[in-house]
């Protein structure tokens, strides 16, 4: 006699527009009440049903994550792009993005998060994990998402992040020597990988080349 059950469809929908606009699972509710487009979506009629709440998303969340559904569905929404020509597989642009975690340890265990890691990125250290993402070159569309420790370098996730159809690959200076390790010697595309920032600075014209 908790409360009332919430249609599959409807949290699907919810669990996308979570993902799309990078809300957290209070946020979400929040946004639900304030826009009528968000409830549109969703399916959610105020004067009929209210809006799940936080701890619902949250445990929707996690029973996708629990049962390896997000993968499932992240393959299916890209097979999707890729079938109305959405997404071209010509061409990867890889990168990542550091994602902050609280390094504060006043919890039960007295200790940082052991999934997360400590990393230097130019003059600023930063503590939590990493998003290797590959992004179609063409639509800009995300085909591909690892999630590591911060200090994972960017060059050991790159096999990962790319599908295999590509005809050329796109990085920055991070990414440099990516063409010349192991995983890659059977892959037949087109490297182009920016110059190190040192190396610009060096140059009278201060122009930025890329290695291909």
């Given at each position: 006699k908790g409360r009332p059950p919430v249609g599959l469809e409807r949290m699907l929908r919810i669990h996308f527009l979570q993902q799309w606009y990078g809300l957290a699972d209070g946020a979400m509710e929040d946004a639900l009440y304030d826009s009528q487009a968000l409830r549109g979506f969703a399916g959610i009629d105020l004067t009929v049903t209210a809006v799940p709440e936080a701890t619902t998303i949250l445990n929707f969340r996690h029973w996708l994550e629990e049962h390896d559904l997000t993968r499932a569905l992240f393959d299916e929404v890209g097979a999707m792009l890729e079938e109305r020509?959405?997404?071209m597989r010509q061409g990867t642009i890889v990168d990542a993005t550091i994602i902050a975690a609280p390094p504060s340890t006043k919890n039960k265990k007295k200790a940082r998060d052991p999934e997360m890691h400590q990393t230097k990125k130019g003059n600023q250290w930063h503590f939590g994990m990493k998003a290797h993402i590959g992004v179609d070159v063409a639509s800009g569309v995300v085909h591909t998402v690892t999630g590591t420790a911060a200090n994972e370098a960017d060059i050991n996730q790159t096999a990962s992040l790319l599908h295999g159809q590509e005809e050329a690959?796109?990085?920055?200076?991070?990414?440099?020597?990516?063409?010349?390790r192991p995983e890659h010697e059977d892959r037949e595309v087109s490297w182009n990988i920016a110059i190190k920032r040192g190396i610009i600075k060096a140059l009278r014209n201060g122009c930025v080349i890329w290695r291909s």
């Open positions: 020509g959405l997404l690959v796109f990085a920055d200076a991070g990414y440099t020597g990516a063409d010349k």
